[in-house]
């Protein structure tokens, strides 16, 4: 099992920048609703501490920007927004993801029966 | 740890890590705000607030300088603070004010050293005991130095008037009003012992810090920069 997670967390590491990227087309979104989107697709429970230096990154490189708003009678929000350039980034990745999820399927896939 | 405490200790090594002011603010803020939104623990949530902030920051914290001067001076107030200590412990004819005054100030050097060291010391994500040690050969050389001049100061203040057969004070009573306390031949024995497994300790130490450090520092240009 630990072996198991281990993989998966392996595996995550690759592509958590392009999912997080994923969760903010087309709309703002916190830290909170963007671990949970996250979680709710499968991808199990992502931490504070992971996905804070992601956003900072992606931040970093231009391909988000940040805005605090007020809380709805909670704590402000950071709120996280996809750019131009994290628009083309997400398109070209996700183009790039495909082809490689394709490689691999095709290697591993049962061959089929005659 | 409650959320004050783990984001005091996040902004202690935020300003550490020497990034703006405005960027230390807003990593603040996201902690903070995830927070109070969640619920949930700093500690489950981030991690070690040290790991976290090497972790956000994206530094390389081999690359963060760590200065010399606060090891010299703690080392340099551990010494005071155990001179003074033996002084208020073994002062037979002096007052109790000098005594009480020996003591006190032995006390604050003695956390005034631990401060300062813990307060500098490297930031380790992982940390093997190894990378504690690895230092430049300037450093290496402050260190052999540091440690030499300690130990030599030690024996000069505290042994040579056992050295010349007197037993009624330190070295630096012969400049000081106070003519010093005066020892029963077994205090001074236990004195001598004491010191001399101070001496021994510090070049102990000083080989065991030597030993674990490199003589070439590693290559510190990670994959952030």
């Known amino acids: ?114 | 740890m409650n959320n004050d405490a783990f984001l005091r200790r996040l902004e202690r090594t935020l300003r550490r890590i020497e990034i703006d002011q405005t960027e230390i603010v807003e990593m603040l803020g996201e902690v903070r705000s995830h927070l109070e939104e969640t619920g949930e623990t700093p500690l489950d949530a981030f991690g070690e607030p040290e790991q976290y902030a090497i972790q956000r920051t994206g530094v390389d914290p081999e690359t963060l300088h760590i200065p010399i001067w606060p090891r010299v001076a703690a080392i340099a107030l551990w010494w005071l603070a155990g001179s003074t200590a033996l002084t208020a412990v073994w002062s037979p004819g002096r007052s109790g004010a000098v005594v009480a005054w020996n003591a006190a100030l032995a006390v604050v050097a003695a956390a005034g050293g631990l401060w300062l060291w813990h307060r500098h010391r490297p930031l380790l994500p992982t940390g093997s005991r190894l990378r504690r040690f690895e230092m430049s050969t300037t450093r290496r050389a402050c260190v052999v130095v540091g440690l030499a001049a300690t130990t030599a100061a030690l024996g000069y203040t505290l042994i040579p008037y056992q050295a010349d057969g007197i037993d009624c004070g330190y070295a630096w009573a012969e400049v000081s009003s106070d003519p010093g306390p005066c020892l029963t031949a077994a205090q001074d024995r236990a004195r001598v012992a004491i010191i001399s497994a101070i001496g021994v300790a510090f070049v102990a130490a000083s080989a065991f810090t030597l030993a674990g450090s490199p003589r070439t520092p590693r290559v510190t240009n990670g994959p952030h920069h």
């Open chain 1, 1 to 114: 099992m630990t072996a198991q997670m281990d993989r998966r967390s392996q595996w995550l590491k690759g592509v958590l920048e392009l999912c997080v990227l994923g969760t903010l087309r087309g709309e703002a979104r916190y830290g909170y609703q963007i671990a949970q989107m996250l979680g709710d697709a499968g991808l199990g429970d992502i931490k504070g501490g992971t996905l804070y230096p992601v956003l900072g990154r992606l931040e970093a490189a231009g391909l988000v920007l940040t805005d605090w708003r007020p809380g709805e009678s909670g704590p402000n929000r950071k709120y996280y927004l996809l750019t131009e350039q994290g628009a083309e980034v997400l398109d070209a990745l996700r183009k790039q993801w495909q082809q490689f999820t394709l490689a691999v399927a095709s290697l591993i896939e049962e061959p089929t029966k005659l």
